[in-house]
């Protein structure tokens, strides 16, 4: 009877949907139809006398916080729902009950899969929520101030213990608090939303710029063409600065008309996920790539829409040492005109360029000179009318190193989950003008390519975790050991430790060699993943 009863509720929502009468508010005007939410969410989710369904109508979320959602409801409510289906409920979601571009600009980290020490805006949050999972989580939604005091009701239902688990504090006092500031300054609706027209033209070609810490810069482009419904189909062609060319082919969806989450592959590499976000003005797209099974290994990335205009995307180098002659350079950009002459290639004072020794419409080789009383410093490079994104640092010597970042985070794995990895870079100074290291006027020169080794950060007598934590490799990548027990260690514990990273370099002509740590945290693998793949 129960079945019956369900089937045929289902049926008259359907027909319901099928008739346009029920809807679901967008968050700015009222009624947007959406057939797919509606005939899988509407058994549970009663809509109200505007056809707005509960709960779900006065949410606003992320692709990945609606993802999370979809599959919270099939693990605990037993909602059956195809692969299909649930993209198609999670891209209507995102497009209608999504964030602006303003609002996910500052939790976009955690969408990018870095790894951070977040700064908490509230102490009644962090002390409520942050405790389990991060603030990125919680910011990267909106609500009505009714549905972020039910979720203090769902946390209690589903996490019963959780008043007892943290006995330091009176949860429910300070969960109100804490409920307090998020419906203050994370309200369902906002200007933002309301402005954001959700719809850009995002098909055509674009240039790229992009980093990979402990491989280097990289330039080139990618043709974006569409599939219709916001899907796109991608074609990448990128060229690190030692020379090396990359060729990809991916697909995408644009979620609420600028959440761009996408994957491509070469043919011999690994999948790389990709994470962007359309800037404001429709022009640029910024965020990160990261492999899908290693997501700590990444890179940031940029592209720029291409025009007609001449674009300077950025060099082969980050810095020269002064003095220094006929040094060659190679300049990335779009559209350098044939007739483009070495007079109009400005690099600032003190440095004087000879000659273009090889001339592309995306790429220029040129010789220069660096005259020894070129001054310190950041200089943007000037091609002809081009565009320019580029700068190029100038110093006489380098007088630190520092490794980024600071404290990083490894887990163990190999067994039961993946590893995570951490990768290490080294950063190149020169003291600005006040001649004091690590003061607000140096100059960063970039990564330099430092030998890399790990010490002992020594906690008590015993301390042996260099000895089982993991390795690091000579481009920074810090490669954790296995999961589970060791029974060569103490105890038989497993490989869980604290170390340094140590990073050593020594600059051209100089002595003794710089060196620069940072601390390194292996633990123990991450068992639940929230975050959809």
């Given at each position: 009877?129960?079945?019956?009863?369900?089937?045929?509720?289902?049926?008259?929502?359907?027909?319901?949907?099928?008739?346009?009468?029920?809807?679901?508010?967008?968050?700015?005007?009222?009624?947007?139809?959406?057939?797919?939410?509606?005939?899988?969410?509407?058994?549970?989710?009663?809509?109200?006398?505007?056809?707005r369904l509960s709960r779900i109508a006065f949410q606003?979320?992320?692709?990945?916080?609606?993802?999370?959602?979809?599959?919270?409801?099939?693990?605990?409510h037993g909602l059956s729902i195809s692969v299909d289906?649930?993209?198609?409920?999670?891209?209507?979601?995102?497009?209608?009950?999504?964030?602006?571009?303003?609002?996910?600009?500052?939790?976009?980290?955690?969408?990018?899969?870095?790894?951070?020490?977040?700064?908490?805006?509230?102490?009644?949050?962090?002390?409520?929520?942050?405790?389990?999972?991060s603030f990125a989580r919680i910011a990267a939604q909106?609500?009505?101030?009714?549905?972020?005091?039910?979720?203090?009701?769902?946390?209690?239902?589903?996490?019963?213990?959780?008043?007892?688990?943290?006995?330091?504090?009176?949860?429910?006092?300070?969960?109100?608090?804490?409920?307090?500031?998020?419906?203050?300054?994370?309200?369902?609706?906002?200007?933002?939303?309301?402005?954001?027209?959700?719809?850009?033209?995002?098909?055509?070609?674009?240039?790229?710029?992009?980093?990979?810490?402990?491989?280097?810069?990289?330039?080139?482009?990618?043709?974006?063409?569409?599939?219709?419904?916001?899907?796109?189909?991608?074609?990448?062609?990128?060229?690190?600065?030692?020379?090396?060319?990359?060729?990809?082919?991916?697909?995408?969806?644009?979620?609420?008309?600028?959440?761009?989450?996408?994957?491509?592959?070469?043919?011999?590499?690994?999948?790389?996920?990709?994470?962007?976000?359309?800037?404001?003005?429709?022009?640029?797209?910024?965020?990160?790539?990261?492999?899908?099974?290693?997501?700590?290994?990444?890179?940031?990335?940029?592209?720029?829409?291409?025009?007609?205009?001449?674009?300077?995307?950025?060099?082969?180098?980050?810095?020269?040492?002064?003095?220094?002659?006929?040094?060659?350079?190679?300049?990335?950009?779009?559209?350098?005109?044939?007739?483009?002459?070495?007079?109009?290639?400005?690099?600032?004072?003190?440095?004087?360029?000879?000659?273009?020794?090889?001339?592309?419409?995306?790429?220029?080789?040129?010789?220069?000179?660096?005259?020894?009383?070129?001054?310190?410093?950041?200089?943007?490079?000037?091609?002809?009318?081009?565009?320019?994104?580029?700068?190029?640092?100038?110093?006489?010597?380098?007088?630190?190193?520092?490794?980024?970042?600071?404290?990083?985070?490894?887990?163990?794995?190999?067994?039961?989950?993946?590893?995570?990895?951490?990768?290490?870079?080294?950063?190149?100074?020169?003291?600005?003008?006040?001649?004091?290291?690590?003061?607000?006027?140096?100059?960063?020169?970039?990564?330099?390519?430092?030998?890399?080794?790990?010490?002992?950060?020594?906690?008590?007598?015993?301390?042996?975790?260099?000895?089982?934590?993991?390795?690091?490799?000579?481009?920074?990548?810090?490669?954790?050991?296995?999961?589970?027990?060791?029974?060569?260690?103490?105890?038989?514990?497993?490989?869980?430790?604290?170390?340094?990273?140590?990073?050593?370099?020594?600059?051209?002509?100089?002595?003794?060699?710089?060196?620069?740590?940072?601390?390194?945290?292996?633990?123990?693998?991450?068992?639940?993943?929230?975050?959809?793949?």
């Amino acid at each position: 009877m129960t079945k019956m009863v369900y089937r045929g509720l289902k049926l008259v929502i359907v027909l319901l949907v099928s008739a346009g009468v029920l809807g679901l508010t967008d968050g700015r005007d009222g009624q947007a139809k959406g057939p797919a939410i509606l005939a899988k969410c509407a058994v549970c989710h009663r809509p109200d006398e505007r056809g707005r369904l509960s709960r779900i109508a006065f949410q606003r979320k992320t692709p990945e916080g609606w993802q999370q959602t979809v599959r919270r409801m099939v693990r605990l409510h037993g909602l059956s729902i195809s692969v299909d289906e649930a993209k198609a409920v999670v891209k209507y979601l995102s497009d209608h009950q999504g964030l602006a571009p303003a609002e996910v600009r500052p939790i976009a980290y955690d969408l990018e899969r870095r790894d951070i020490i977040e700064r908490i805006p509230d102490e009644a949050v962090r002390s409520a929520c942050v405790r389990c999972h991060s603030f990125a989580r919680i910011a990267a939604q909106r609500r009505t101030a009714e549905e972020w005091r039910k979720l203090k009701t769902f946390h209690l239902a589903l996490f019963p213990t959780l008043v007892y688990q943290m006995r330091q504090i009176d949860w429910p006092t300070v969960a109100d608090r804490a409920i307090a500031y998020l419906a203050e300054h994370y309200p369902f609706n906002t200007e933002a939303w309301r402005r954001w027209p959700k719809t850009t033209e995002i098909a055509g070609r674009w240039m790229i710029v992009g980093h990979q810490p402990g491989r280097g810069d990289f330039f080139g482009d990618v043709d974006i063409r569409s599939l219709g419904n916001d899907h796109f189909e991608t074609r990448q062609r990128i060229v690190f600065v030692d020379g090396q060319r990359i060729e990809r082919t991916g697909r995408a969806i644009v979620y609420a008309g600028f959440a761009w989450r996408g994957s491509s592959q070469a043919p011999d590499g690994p999948k790389i996920k990709e994470v962007l976000h359309l800037s404001e003005d429709g022009q640029m797209l910024v965020g990160r790539w990261f492999q899908a099974a290693h997501d700590q290994i990444g890179a940031d990335v940029t592209l720029y829409r291409k025009t007609r205009r001449p674009l300077v995307l950025g060099l082969s180098v980050r810095s020269l040492r002064a003095p220094a002659s006929r040094q060659r350079v190679t300049i990335y950009g779009a559209n350098f005109p044939s007739t483009l002459t070495s007079d109009e290639i400005d690099f600032g004072p003190g440095v004087i360029v000879h000659r273009i020794e090889n001339r592309q419409s995306d790429e220029l080789s040129i010789i220069l000179d660096v005259r020894a009383d070129a001054p310190d410093g950041q200089r943007r490079v000037r091609v002809g009318e081009a565009l320019s994104h580029a700068h190029l640092a100038i110093y006489h010597r380098i007088d630190y190193i520092t490794v980024v970042p600071s404290l990083g985070l490894a887990r163990l794995g190999g067994i039961k989950m993946p590893k995570q990895h951490q990768q290490f870079e080294a950063l190149a100074f020169t003291n600005g003008p006040d001649g004091l290291p690590r003061t607000s006027d140096d100059v960063a020169l970039g990564p330099v390519s430092a030998k890399w080794s790990l010490a002992e950060d020594t906690t008590d007598p015993n301390d042996d975790d260099v000895k089982f934590v993991g390795t690091i490799d000579q481009s920074g990548l810090f490669t954790p050991a296995t999961d589970g027990p060791n029974p060569a260690r103490r105890k038989s514990n497993n490989n869980t430790g604290q170390v340094w990273v140590v990073a050593t370099y020594t600059p051209e002509g100089a002595e003794p060699p710089l060196t620069a740590r940072a601390k390194l945290i292996v633990t123990v693998p991450r068992f639940i993943e929230w975050e959809i793949r």
